[in-house]
């Protein structure tokens, strides 16, 4: 497909309230997002970066000025068919997985617009519904926090995955276990752990936690699996996960028992289906991470999770828990039971609200060919 122009926009989208992790609070969310006109239709992808390099090295300066400088005009002068072929056409260029996702699952959004079918079909998801958890930051306290808990659980959410750091672990743990002794519960520390923490860390097993997610270094697979030895919870990785090889390297040292799929860290839908397939023929479950997106990353994530080996419920949920009013129409919204219906119409299965993403726009770039 010949493309015409490539647009990329910075919006400024406030969180209806604050999400703190163990490297830091977000309020305001600066969503990057790449537009790709080609023959009459309009892909959209979501760049998946934070405000900070905290999560990840990059963040939106540096995908804005890898996009602008050397991903959009590689890709506007390559013309792919399909979005399978974008990380060899972006391939020159190292690492910036997250500015690449941008791109290339804008490229797979047209080319479901083009087929006529949903962007579940084209990636070959096979699941109609898909079961849906939260992720809950770290709050002020913990009456608080079991008040958010009660909201989510009454709303259907089907897992509570809660932020924890050192000094708030094992104490918010016996208090929500307290009150909820029979949800489906999990913690992710981001990485605020180290070694030296192993016997503390064991101290989770008597919560019956479905997993701990990226205890240790955001780069790491041999202290997790040195730590996975010693705990009877799974641990999940995230961080730690770019690609496939990682993938399989982190199931051969029996790092993690569970893998958490991020399109935007490992750089696209190409790359997610990869770990995707290499995780199903091992046995490894999965679910689709989330990164306080937009509706327009949300719609990626959902069709992501149609896959056959998503089969934990992931950190896709509705976006009134993010948004006063979303970017898409509809918005996402998840029923009582927990669950977010797939959309069957051609692309990403929600309309962009483009008058309302030209008004939140801070900034915009052309790229032509
Ligand atoms: O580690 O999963 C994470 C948000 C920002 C950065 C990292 C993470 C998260 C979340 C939020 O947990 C998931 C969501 O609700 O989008
Ligand atoms: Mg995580």
Redesign the pocket.
């Known amino acids: 497909m010949k493309i015409d122009a490539i647009y990329l926009r910075e919006l400024h989208l406030p969180l209806v309230r604050p999400?703190q992790?163990s490297?830091g609070t977000?309020r305001n969310r600066r969503i990057v997002l790449a537009e790709i006109h080609s023959e009459g239709l309009v892909g959209w992808g979501e760049c998946t970066a934070?405000e900070h390099p905290h999560?990840s090295e990059e963040s939106v300066d540096t995908c804005w000025q890898v996009i602008v400088d050397e991903l959009g005009p590689t890709l506007a002068g390559a013309s792919p068919e399909h979005g399978g072929e974008c990380p060899r056409i972006l391939a020159q260029v190292r690492g910036n997985r997250m500015a690449k996702a941008a791109l290339e699952n804008a490229i797979w959004d047209l080319e479901a617009q083009r087929k006529g079918i949903s962007l579940s079909q084209l990636l070959g998801g096979t699941r109609e519904i898909i079961p849906c958890g939260?992720?809950i930051?770290i709050q002020s306290s913990i009456p608080e926090l079991l008040d958010v808990i009660e909201r989510e659980v009454s709303a259907g959410y089907q897992r509570i995955?809660l932020?924890c750091k050192p000094g708030w672990d094992v104490n918010v743990l016996e208090r929500v276990r307290a009150k909820f002794p029979d949800i489906t519960l999990s913690v992710?520390a981001?990485s605020a752990y180290r070694l030296k923490d192993a016997d503390h860390l064991a101290t989770f097993d008597e919560f019956d936690l479905l997993m701990i997610?990226?205890p240790l270094w955001h780069d790491d697979f041999y202290y997790h699996s040195m730590l996975q030895k010693q705990l009877n919870t799974a641990i999940c990785l995230?961080?730690s996960i770019r690609n496939r090889r990682d993938a399989l390297a982190a199931i051969e040292m029996e790092s993690c028992r569970i893998i958490?799929i991020?399109l935007g860290r490992v750089g696209g839908f190409s790359e997610a289906i990869a770990v995707h397939n290499a995780t199903y023929e091992r046995g490894i479950p999965v679910w689709c991470?989330?990164?306080?997106?937009s509706g327009i990353g949300r719609s990626h994530n959902i069709a992501v999770s149609t896959l056959e080996n998503y089969v934990l419920p992931g950190?896709?949920?509705a976006s009134k828990?993010?948004w006063a009013e979303d970017i898409i129409e509809p918005e996402v919204t998840v029923s009582p039971k927990g669950e977010i219906v797939i959309p069957d119409t051609p692309g990403r299965g929600y309309e962009v609200r483009t008058d309302l993403v030209e008004r939140l726009t801070v900034r915009k770039h052309e790229i032509r060919t």
């Not at 991470?289 to 997106?293: F, I, N, Q």
């Open positions: 999400f992790t490297f977000t934070g999560f939260v992720s930051g995955k932020k992710d981001n997610e990226q995230d961080e958490n991020k991470g989330g990164m306080l997106e950190d896709v949920s828990r993010y």
